[in-house]
């Protein structure tokens, strides 16, 4: 009688980070793969990384190549995880020799939403009085805001989305500018108040799409990422990178996009701002989605004849010398 032996089961790694909105997050992408690999166990590891642990300084003077991505980075390359999710706006646009972004999500709201203090319910961002204690991390929405409404006073918030909206229920901020898709990940719609529209404020690059990184030689993950791929986020994606990486900008540089994606065709927006919200230089390209990583350092090199490279350079100065 021959016995019959069982194949072993297929186990694939998952990197997160701790933060409740990374686990939802994961947890998300696990849900999506497992149902079209109903074979395979995904497995949640998670790690703190060096973003996670300091909170106590502004994102800006840390320095941010990396700081949501080093330690699930070595994790991949050291084999101790297979993938990891990260909120794709987190990501470097230059991934370490031996890594990949394999796929980008679908992308829920990606524009930021302003959350006020209960004694502000009546009123908008355009009709908050002089004086409003304005919360955000965010040198980009920060440059933005400033130069819109230079008569706000804008405060450093850091510290996971409850701790935030804990520091703006206790009265320490008038208001918080968030971004709308975490809110609304983390089930908490109701707090958005306003969504702030682009002609205020053009959102991060990536923000409110996953990206998921893995070995650039591991095919077989490769493979069984794209089931949960989205073109069109990717390609509205992967333009705002590439306009990002030519202008050389990390993650914590006044840089914002707007993409939008009509049949064929993307068109990109963009803008760089000095801190102070004084210098702002803004520009659009279209052309076809398939070449979108073309039409980002297109839109890059329009704005550095504007302006541009001064005014990241003036940034990149001002944060060596810790101001």
Same mark, same amino acid.
């Given at each position: ?15 997160? @980070? ?6 939802? %997050? ?12 109903? +074979? #395979? ?21 840390? =320095?941010?190549? =990396? ?13 101790? /995880? ?9 990501? &470097? *646009? ?10 980008? *999500? ?6 930021d939403a302003l959350v006020v203090h209960d004694k502000y319910k009546n009123k908008?961002?355009?009709?908050? &009085? ?5 919360? *955000? $991390?965010?040198? @980009? ?14 405060? +450093? ?19 918080? #500018? ?16 306003? #969504?702030?529209?682009?002609? /205020? ?9 996953? =990206? /998921?990184?893995?070995?650039?030689? +591991? ?14 986020? @990717?390609? @509205? ?14 993650? %914590?540089? &006044? ?23 004084? !210098? ?5 390209? $279209?052309?076809?989605?398939?070449? $979108?990583? !073309? ?10 004849? !504007? =302006? ?6 003036? #940034?990149?100065?001002?944060? %060596?010398?810790?101001?």
């Open positions: 009688m021959t016995s019959v032996v069982s194949s072993p089961v297929r186990t694939i790694r998952i990197g997160s @980070r701790k933060s409740q909105l990374a686990l939802v %997050q994961t947890y998300w992408v696990r849900e999506q793969l497992q149902k079209s690999f109903p +074979d #395979i166990t995904f497995e949640v590891h998670t790690m703190s990384t060096q973003g996670d642990k300091i909170l106590d300084v502004a994102l800006a003077k840390i =320095g941010d190549k =990396g700081l949501f991505t080093k330690e699930l980075e070595l994790g991949m390359l050291s084999q101790e /995880i297979d993938f990891a999710v990260h909120s794709l706006k987190d990501l &470097p *646009t230059n991934l370490p020799e031996g890594l990949t972004l394999a796929v980008i *999500t679908e992308r829920e709201n990606p524009a908008q961002l355009e009709t908050l &009085p002089a004086g409003a204690v304005i919360g *955000t $991390s965010s040198l @980009r929405r920060l440059a933005q805001l400033r130069h819109k409404f230079p008569h706000f006073t804008f405060k +450093d918030v850091r510290g996971n989305l409850n701790t935030r909206l804990a520091k703006l229920d206790a009265g320490e901020y008038d208001a918080l #500018i968030l971004a709308a898709a975490g809110l609304e990940r983390l089930g908490m719609s109701d707090r958005i108040h306003q #969504i702030i529209p682009p002609e /205020i404020s053009l959102h991060a690059v990536g923000q409110g799409a996953l =990206g /998921i990184e893995c070995r650039a030689d +591991d095919q077989e993950i490769i493979t069984i990422l794209k089931a949960i791929e989205h073109p069109p986020t @990717r390609d @509205r994606c992967l333009a705002e990178r590439a306009f990002l990486r030519v202008l050389e900008g990390g993650c %914590q540089v &006044p840089i914002g996009v707007n993409t939008e994606i009509s049949g064929d065709n993307l068109t990109l927006t963009g803008i760089v701002a000095s801190v102070d919200g004084q !210098k702002l230089v803004k520009d659009t390209v $279209s052309g076809a989605a398939q070449e $979108s990583e !073309k039409l980002g350092a297109q839109l890059a090199e329009l704005l550095r004849e !504007k =302006g541009a490279q001064e005014i990241l350079e003036e #940034i990149f100065t001002e944060i %060596q010398r810790g101001s």
